[in-house]
């Protein structure tokens, strides 16, 4: 007769307890099932955008000088400048 194979599997935990073992440095990764993570409110949306040739060399030599991407150097302007419009 065969021997059941035990699978071990982590419990689930309460909310507290997790952030408890999060603060204590304790790795809880065992906990989460990160194929179905996601980022709440990040959702993204890809969008088409054309630009003169002048400025996408002005920007392309920005983010450059940032070390970041084009697409990064866009994002944190277009969020700093909605930022300042709204103050």
């Given at each position: 007769?065969?021997?059941?194979?035990?699978?071990?599997?982590a419990r689930a935990l309460s909310?507290?307890?997790?952030d408890a073992m999060h603060d204590a440095g304790a790795d809880v990764s065992a906990h989460m099932d990160l194929a179905r993570a996601g980022r709440p409110g990040r959702a993204?949306?890809?969008?088409?955008?054309?630009?003169?040739?002048?400025?996408?060399?002005?920007?392309d030599q920005a983010a450059r000088r940032l070390g970041v991407t084009r697409q990064a150097f866009i994002k944190v302007r277009l969020a700093d400048s909605l930022v300042k419009s709204t103050q």
């Open positions: 007769m065969k021997k059941k194979q035990r699978t071990s599997k909310a507290a307890e997790l993204v949306q890809r969008v088409n955008v054309d630009f003169p040739v002048d400025l996408l060399r002005e920007i």
